[in-house]
């Protein structure tokens, strides 16, 4: 595993809460190279005095180095983390989704407010419509497979598609891939509604356009 140690005075930031971390706060990052190399892999962070920090995904080819899992010591990052933080997201979200309207786009998952940085989830057309993913950092896209078995298994819903943004991705050093994850893509429109105003938009990309 890498560890990070964080310079003098940095660490402040961290215990505030702050998940992000820049490549200026960092002293070093001790490691094998390929693990260095990987993006999204597993790091300790630690202060300037070798004190326990938190866990966070490394990612060398991000503006943002480091992004925080947990300040808790005894928390392992696993199989069991990533879908338990899924379930409780989605379940957050359950009753903004149960109230939505035919034609409304529902975010079931928010990634840092729901500890699973850079992780955006959206639903549309309920329990047999889509959930719509875009993995926009390295810790979350090394996490897929466990995403997306807790998405289906916890909401019902069969299908599931990966939406790519290309700079975000090409950012974060990871593949621009985009398709189904689970069941069938979604149609080349659908209509949406947005403070009353309805919009064709396209899951698949994400682009919209008003009806005039």
Same mark, same amino acid.
Do not use: C, H, I, S
């Given at each position: 595993m890498l560890i990070i140690t964080i310079k003098q005075g940095k660490e402040k930031s961290i215990l505030a809460g702050e998940p992000w971390i820049y490549a200026s706060a960092i002293e070093r990052v001790e490691g094998r190279n390929s693990e260095k190399m990987k993006p999204g892999a597993t790091a300790i962070v630690q202060s300037s005095a070798r004190t326990f920090l938190a866990r966070a995904a490394y990612n060398s080819r991000s503006q943002i180095r480091a992004r925080v899992w947990t300040l808790d010591e005894a928390q392992p990052i696993d199989h069991a983390l990533i879908k338990r933080r899924v379930k409780l997201a989605l379940e957050k979200s359950a009753p903004a989704a149960a109230r939505a309207r035919p034609g409304l786009v $529902? *975010? *079931? $998952?928010?990634?840092?407010? /729901? +500890? !699973?940085? +850079? !992780? !955006? $989830? /959206?639903g549309y057309g309920g329990k047999d419509g889509y959930l719509i993913c875009e993995f926009q950092a390295g810790g979350v896209d090394a996490w897929k497979v466990p995403i997306v078995q807790a998405l289906l298994a916890e909401t019902g819903c069969p299908n599931v598609w990966e939406r790519a943004d290309d700079l975000v991705r090409k950012g974060e050093g990871l593949p621009v891939t985009s398709g189904a994850l689970a069941g069938d893509e979604p149609p080349d429109q659908v209509i949406v509604n947005e403070g009353g105003v309805q919009f064709s938009l396209d899951l698949k990309t994400g682009h919209k356009s008003r009806f005039r």
């Open positions: $529902v *975010r *079931r $998952v928010n990634a840092e407010a /729901d +500890g !699973l940085p +850079g !992780l !955006l $989830v /959206d």
